[in-house]
């Protein structure tokens, strides 16, 4: 998937990423519904993705931790508060504990993530919202953009049949 246009605006809270693949629509939505193929790609190839719970359902629950370089761990989760099959996709974004718990004080974004045929493939557009502007900074400061560029640069090496 190539990532064809990031526009950062402070001023309305928002990081949004345009990304192009040559897969069909339901291909790509799938990368999002299983945890094995969303593994593969979810986090910079320096910073791989393990879920272990991932209930893709309005209301599920999502809990992951992603290995460094050194093997350290950063855990995340997300809060499914949309789903419209295969166009939409909505969910809250944070930091965890070990337990998988949302970290108080550390940020919670929201994400909304829609998918479009193209002639040759599928448009997915990732819309990011901030709570406020030094949330905005500090997750642009801490490499959000460069680290999303990386991870959706993976999704078109995803093998279809990946199960497990």
Same mark, same amino acid.
């Given at each position: ?62 809990? %992951? %931790? ?99």
């Amino acid at each position: 998937m190539t990532v064809t246009n990031v526009h950062k605006d402070p001023s309305s809270l928002t990081m949004t990423f345009v990304a192009e693949s040559g897969s069909d629509i339901d291909r790509v939505w799938r990368v999002w519904q299983n945890p094995r193929q969303l593994e593969r790609w979810w986090g910079p190839p320096s910073w791989p993705a393990t879920f272990e719970q991932h209930d893709f359902t309005v209301g599920g629950r999502s809990r %992951y %931790y992603m290995t460094g370089p050194n093997g350290e761990r950063m855990h995340g989760w997300w809060r499914i508060t949309d789903i419209d099959q295969p166009h939409r996709l909505e969910f809250d974004d944070g930091f965890a504990d070990d337990d998988g718990e949302p970290s108080p004080g550390m940020p919670e974004i929201h994400g909304v993530v829609t998918f479009e045929p193209t002639d040759s493939g599928t448009r997915m557009t990732t819309v990011t919202r901030f709570a406020d502007t030094q949330q905005f900074h500090q997750l642009e400061g801490m490499g959000m953009e460069e680290g999303m560029r990386e991870a959706m640069t993976q999704i078109d090496d995803v093998p279809a049949e990946t199960t497990r």
